[in-house]
T-cell receptor, first 109, second 113 residues
């Protein structure tokens, strides 16, 4: 079945630095979605990418969908303490979303 | 507030018991999904219902069952509970059959003692 993998599992970032988290699917995706889960909270939808090579920005967050529609990345610039949480990517497959294991981000002030 | 409600918020029970978790989707959403999230773990997909019919099954144990009622709310039944069933159980809803964004409820934290 489809598998979605994310790396790294943990990301410890100094406040103000940039980082990137990567997502890879074993199969071609019709779209890729990103979610954020704050500590103690529930996953919240951030964005959906549909087109090959698509790039979308949300303030300091830049999301990219690969040309082959099998991978995606999330790049955060000038990390802030509000960026703390776990970021999940997810791809649809057979009436469900397959979630990656997530990248848990901690920020050093 | 996602518009998805889950009850109860917390549930503490003993091994061998049976519990029912309830979820009300966002107004108008026909799809309901159930996920299990153990401590520091990812989201394990359990089951998807669309307009009352089961559409997809994940790694759901035989001791677990779910259903979606005509008013579109859903219940997840967990029986013969074991210590390892302690987890956060999330319900999510969407307007489509699995392709689009999902809106998660606040979750039910189940503790099995």
């Amino acid at each position: 079945g489809q598998q979605v993998m994310q790396i790294p599992q943990y990301q410890h970032v100094q406040e103000g630095e940039d980082f990137t988290t990567y997502c890879n699917s074993s199969t071609t995706l019709s779209n890729i979605q990103w979610y954020k889960q704050r500590p103690g909270g529930h996953p919240v939808f951030l964005i959906q990418l549909v087109k090959s090579g698509e790039v979308k920005k949300q303030k300091r967050l830049t999301f990219q969908f690969g040309e082959a529609k099998k991978n995606s990345s999330l790049h955060i610039t000038a990390t802030q303490t509000t960026d703390v949480g776990t970021y999940f990517c997810a791809g649809p497959h057979d009436y469900k979303l397959s979630f990656g294991a997530g990248t848990t981000v901690t920020v050093r002030a | 507030d996602s518009g998805v409600t889950q009850t109860p918020k917390h549930l503490i029970t003993a091994t061998g018991q049976r519990v029912t978790l309830r979820c009300s989707p966002r107004s108008g959403d026909l799809s309901v999904y159930w996920y299990q999230q153990s401590l520091d773990q990812g989201l394990q997909f359990l089951i998807h219902y669309y307009n009352g019919e089961e559409r997809a099954k994940g790694n759901i144990l035989e001791r677990f069952s779910a259903q979606q009622f005509p008013d579109l709310h859903s219940e997840l039944n967990l029986s013969s509970l074991e210590l390892g069933d302690s987890a956060l159980y999330f319900c999510a809803s969407s307007g489509t059959r699995g392709r689009n964004e999902q809106f998660f409820g606040p979750g039910t934290r189940l503790t099995v003692l």
